[in-house]
Protein backbone atom coordinates (compact mmCIF):
# COMPACT_ATOMS: atom_id res chain seq x y z
CA UNK A 1 0.00 0.00 0.00
CA UNK A 2 1.17 3.34 -1.02
CA UNK A 3 2.33 5.60 2.18
CA UNK A 4 4.62 7.92 0.21
CA UNK A 5 5.25 10.02 -2.89
CA UNK A 6 7.72 10.48 -5.16
CA UNK A 7 8.93 13.46 -5.32
CA UNK A 8 9.68 15.47 -8.64
CA UNK A 9 11.61 18.35 -9.65
CA UNK A 10 9.52 21.21 -8.93
CA UNK A 11 9.05 19.70 -5.91
CA UNK A 12 12.44 19.38 -4.96
CA UNK A 13 12.94 23.21 -6.80
CA UNK A 14 10.38 24.65 -4.72
CA UNK A 15 11.41 23.25 -1.29
CA UNK A 16 14.53 23.88 -1.99
CA UNK A 17 13.69 27.81 -1.83
CA UNK A 18 11.52 27.53 0.97
CA UNK A 19 14.85 25.92 3.08
CA UNK A 20 16.88 28.73 1.92
CA UNK A 21 14.94 31.38 3.05
CA UNK A 22 16.14 32.32 6.20
CA UNK A 23 12.69 34.55 6.84
CA UNK A 24 10.48 31.43 6.50
CA UNK A 25 9.07 30.19 9.90
CA UNK A 26 9.19 26.61 8.82
CA UNK A 27 8.70 24.44 12.13
CA UNK A 28 11.96 22.75 12.85
CA UNK A 29 10.82 19.26 12.95
CA UNK A 30 9.08 19.86 9.11
CA UNK A 31 12.26 21.36 8.08
CA UNK A 32 14.22 18.29 9.30
CA UNK A 33 11.92 15.84 7.41
CA UNK A 34 12.10 17.98 4.50
CA UNK A 35 16.06 18.53 4.46
CA UNK A 36 15.98 14.83 5.17
CA UNK A 37 13.23 13.85 2.13
CA UNK A 38 15.78 16.33 -0.03
CA UNK A 39 19.15 14.48 1.00
CA UNK A 40 17.64 11.17 0.02
CA UNK A 41 19.10 9.45 -2.47
CA UNK A 42 17.02 8.62 -5.87
CA UNK A 43 14.17 7.95 -5.90
CA UNK A 44 13.10 10.77 -3.49
CA UNK A 45 10.35 10.25 -1.37
CA UNK A 46 7.92 12.25 0.68
CA UNK A 47 6.17 10.82 3.71
CA UNK A 48 2.07 11.17 3.24
CA UNK A 49 2.52 12.23 6.83
CA UNK A 50 5.11 15.26 5.85
CA UNK A 51 3.16 15.68 3.23
CA UNK A 52 0.06 16.58 5.40
CA UNK A 53 2.22 18.85 7.49
CA UNK A 54 3.74 20.82 4.78
CA UNK A 55 -0.41 21.42 3.41
CA UNK A 56 -1.16 22.58 6.68
CA UNK A 57 1.44 24.55 7.12
CA UNK A 58 0.92 26.00 3.63
CA UNK A 59 -2.53 26.66 4.35
CA UNK A 60 -1.69 28.52 8.17
CA UNK A 61 0.82 31.12 5.98
CA UNK A 62 -0.89 32.12 2.95
CA UNK A 63 1.80 31.12 0.61
CA UNK A 64 1.07 31.53 -3.66
CA UNK A 65 1.17 27.81 -3.90
CA UNK A 66 -0.46 24.89 -3.07
CA UNK A 67 1.00 21.74 -2.75
CA UNK A 68 -0.47 19.60 -5.66
CA UNK A 69 1.24 22.44 -7.35
CA UNK A 70 3.89 21.02 -5.76
CA UNK A 71 3.41 17.58 -6.17
CA UNK A 72 2.82 17.69 -10.03
CA UNK A 73 5.32 15.96 -11.64
CA UNK A 74 5.64 13.69 -8.86
CA UNK A 75 3.86 9.91 -8.30
CA UNK A 76 2.74 7.78 -5.81
CA UNK A 77 5.78 5.23 -4.74
CA UNK A 78 4.22 1.34 -4.24
CA UNK A 79 7.05 -0.35 -2.12
CA UNK A 80 7.81 -3.94 -3.42
CA UNK A 81 5.65 -6.53 -1.95
CA UNK A 82 7.96 -9.23 -0.81
CA UNK A 83 6.03 -12.44 -1.01
CA UNK A 84 6.82 -15.07 1.85
CA UNK A 85 8.38 -17.99 1.31
CA UNK A 86 6.30 -20.89 0.49
CA UNK A 87 5.80 -23.60 2.81
CA UNK A 88 8.23 -26.96 1.98
CA UNK A 89 5.56 -29.49 3.61
CA UNK A 90 2.95 -27.44 1.27
CA UNK A 91 5.38 -27.76 -2.01
CA UNK A 92 5.41 -31.31 -1.53
CA UNK A 93 1.59 -32.06 -1.29
CA UNK A 94 0.97 -29.76 -3.91
CA UNK A 95 3.41 -31.83 -6.04
CA UNK A 96 2.02 -35.11 -5.12
CA UNK A 97 -1.46 -34.11 -5.99
CA UNK A 98 -0.25 -32.80 -9.25
CA UNK A 99 1.84 -35.78 -9.85
CA UNK A 100 -1.22 -38.10 -8.71
CA UNK A 101 -3.58 -36.04 -10.89
CA UNK A 102 -1.40 -36.32 -13.87
CA UNK A 103 -1.50 -40.61 -13.03
CA UNK A 104 -5.07 -40.37 -12.77
CA UNK A 105 -5.25 -38.27 -16.01
CA UNK A 106 -2.95 -40.93 -17.93
CA UNK A 107 -4.82 -43.81 -16.57
CA UNK A 108 -8.07 -42.46 -17.93
CA UNK A 109 -6.77 -41.83 -21.48
CA UNK A 110 -5.06 -45.31 -21.96
CA UNK A 111 -8.36 -47.52 -20.30
CA UNK A 112 -8.86 -49.07 -23.18
CA UNK A 113 -5.96 -49.62 -24.42
CA UNK A 114 -5.07 -53.33 -24.61
CA UNK A 115 -1.00 -53.68 -24.54
CA UNK A 116 -1.64 -57.77 -25.70
CA UNK A 117 -3.97 -57.01 -27.97
CA UNK A 118 -1.17 -54.43 -29.32
CA UNK A 119 2.17 -56.93 -29.43
CA UNK A 120 -0.52 -59.43 -30.80
CA UNK A 121 -1.06 -57.31 -33.75
CA UNK A 122 -0.44 -58.51 -37.69
CA UNK A 123 -0.89 -62.44 -36.60
CA UNK A 124 -2.72 -64.73 -38.65
CA UNK A 125 -4.83 -65.12 -35.86
CA UNK A 126 -5.78 -61.81 -36.29
CA UNK A 127 -6.45 -61.90 -39.65
CA UNK A 128 -8.66 -65.05 -39.82
CA UNK A 129 -10.81 -63.33 -37.16
CA UNK A 130 -11.35 -60.66 -39.71
CA UNK A 131 -11.90 -62.75 -42.01
CA UNK A 132 -14.63 -64.18 -40.50
CA UNK A 133 -16.58 -60.45 -39.45
CA UNK A 134 -15.96 -59.73 -43.56
CA UNK A 135 -17.44 -63.00 -44.22
CA UNK A 136 -20.51 -62.75 -42.41
CA UNK A 137 -20.77 -59.31 -42.99
CA UNK A 138 -21.12 -60.30 -47.11
CA UNK A 139 -23.63 -62.78 -46.65
CA UNK A 140 -25.76 -61.03 -44.05
CA UNK A 141 -25.87 -58.13 -47.19
CA UNK A 142 -26.30 -61.04 -49.77
CA UNK A 143 -29.18 -62.88 -48.01
CA UNK A 144 -30.67 -59.29 -48.11
CA UNK A 145 -30.62 -58.46 -51.63
CA UNK A 146 -31.62 -62.45 -52.24
CA UNK A 147 -34.64 -62.27 -49.74
CA UNK A 148 -35.81 -58.59 -51.59
CA UNK A 149 -35.29 -59.88 -55.11
CA UNK A 150 -36.86 -63.05 -53.99
CA UNK A 151 -40.09 -61.46 -52.75
CA UNK A 152 -40.14 -58.82 -55.57
CA UNK A 153 -40.31 -61.07 -58.02
CA UNK A 154 -43.03 -63.87 -56.16
CA UNK A 155 -45.25 -60.68 -55.74
CA UNK A 156 -44.68 -59.62 -59.57
CA UNK A 157 -45.47 -63.61 -60.43
CA UNK A 158 -48.48 -64.05 -57.83
CA UNK A 159 -50.14 -60.77 -58.75
CA UNK A 160 -51.03 -61.82 -62.33
CA UNK A 161 -54.19 -63.50 -60.78
CA UNK A 162 -55.12 -60.06 -59.56
CA UNK A 163 -53.93 -57.66 -61.94
CA UNK A 164 -54.03 -57.98 -65.97
CA UNK A 165 -51.62 -54.53 -66.04
CA UNK A 166 -47.86 -54.78 -66.03
CA UNK A 167 -47.84 -51.07 -64.06
CA UNK A 168 -50.32 -52.35 -61.35
CA UNK A 169 -48.36 -55.79 -60.94
CA UNK A 170 -45.24 -53.85 -60.67
CA UNK A 171 -46.34 -51.52 -58.03
CA UNK A 172 -47.73 -54.56 -55.99
CA UNK A 173 -44.17 -55.91 -56.40
CA UNK A 174 -42.52 -53.13 -55.03
CA UNK A 175 -44.65 -52.51 -52.13
CA UNK A 176 -44.48 -56.30 -51.01
CA UNK A 177 -40.42 -55.96 -51.45
CA UNK A 178 -40.49 -52.89 -49.82
CA UNK A 179 -42.57 -54.36 -46.69
CA UNK A 180 -39.72 -57.55 -46.64
CA UNK A 181 -37.00 -55.27 -46.95
CA UNK A 182 -38.09 -52.98 -43.89
CA UNK A 183 -39.04 -56.42 -41.61
CA UNK A 184 -35.35 -58.32 -42.45
CA UNK A 185 -33.85 -54.98 -41.93
CA UNK A 186 -35.76 -55.13 -38.29
CA UNK A 187 -34.33 -58.31 -37.65
CA UNK A 188 -30.95 -57.23 -39.05
CA UNK A 189 -30.95 -53.95 -36.75
CA UNK A 190 -32.24 -56.37 -33.45
CA UNK A 191 -29.79 -59.18 -33.80
CA UNK A 192 -26.46 -56.54 -34.27
CA UNK A 193 -27.67 -55.19 -31.45
CA UNK A 194 -28.28 -58.55 -29.33
CA UNK A 195 -24.42 -59.17 -30.55
CA UNK A 196 -23.52 -56.04 -28.91
CA UNK A 197 -24.58 -56.60 -25.54
CA UNK A 198 -27.02 -54.25 -25.98
CA UNK A 199 -31.10 -54.49 -24.88
Same mark, same amino acid.
Given at each position: ????? /? /? !???? @?? =? /????????? $? $?? %? +? @?? @????????? =? %?? %? #???????? @? #?????? +?? #? !?? &?????????? $????? &?? /?LKPPRNPELVARLEKIKAKLANEEYNRITRNVNTQDINRSGTLADFGQQMRSVKALVLTIFNFLVTVVAAFACSYMGSQYLFTDTAARVIAAVIAASVVGLAELYVLVRTMEGELGEP
Open positions: MASAF /V /V !GDTF @RN =K /VTELLEKSD $S $SL %P +Q @RL @REELEETLA =K %PE %P #KTLSFSTA @R #KLRKWL +QD #K !GH &PFYLHELLEE $SSLHL &PE /V
